[in-house]
């Protein structure tokens, strides 16, 4: 799977397994990519798939990915 077409093997992963539901990371400018083309791709693949409900959210993180994720480290040492 090249980075490029990522989305694409979710939507195939999707189509078997039929999650509840899914959640995707947002990428930067990804609503404006293309002129606005990819985000009608993906608003159309998850639309054929069953997730007509759902909501793109965008949000700019107050520090990196190791900090946003301390309360998964926390959560995980209460599980044990």
């Keep these: 799977v090249d ?13 078997v397994r039929q999650p509840p539901v ?3 990371e947002n990428v930067k400018n990804l609503r404006s990519h293309d002129k606005g083309k990819t985000w009608k791709v993906i ?8 997730y007509d409900g759902w ?3 965008e949000y700019r993180p107050r520090a ?8 998964l480290r926390r959560w995980r040492e209460s599980q044990r």
Aim: charged share 10%; hydrophobic share 50%; aromatic share 8%.
């Design 3 to 15: 980075q490029g077409n990522l989305f694409f093997a979710i939507c195939d992963l999707a189509a």
């Design 64 to 71: 990196g990915t190791s900090e946003g994720l301390g309360w």
């Design 55 to 57: 909501v793109g959210c």
């Design 43 to 50: 608003n159309e693949s998850l639309d054929a798939l069953g």
């Design 22 to 24: 899914m959640v995707l």
